[in-house]
């Protein structure tokens, strides 16, 4: 099966923010993620409220040859 595996923006919110990490709850129903800070690309201090984006594509499950 062929999928447009483009990679699509899914939109969220910082939630709780530490000095390690932050937690992001994504709209619509997709869940929550928590990321080191470092892995947070921005050019100022995050803060509990900021809109961030997290670009991504499907998941393709890989064939193990059996």
């Keep these: 099966m062929e999928i447009n595996a ?3 923006p899914i939109k969220g919110k910082i ?3 530490t000095e390690r990490d932050v937690k992001i709850e994504f ?3 997709m869940g929550m993620l928590r990321i080191p800070l470092r892995m947070l690309i921005c050019d ?3 803060e509990v409220g900021d809109d961030v984006e997290l670009e991504m594509s499907y998941v393709k499950l890989k064939s193990d040859g059996r």
């Design 6 to 8: 483009d990679v699509r």
């Design 15 to 17: 939630i709780e923010l």
């Design 27 to 29: 709209y619509g129903r």
């Design 44 to 46: 100022k201090r995050p």
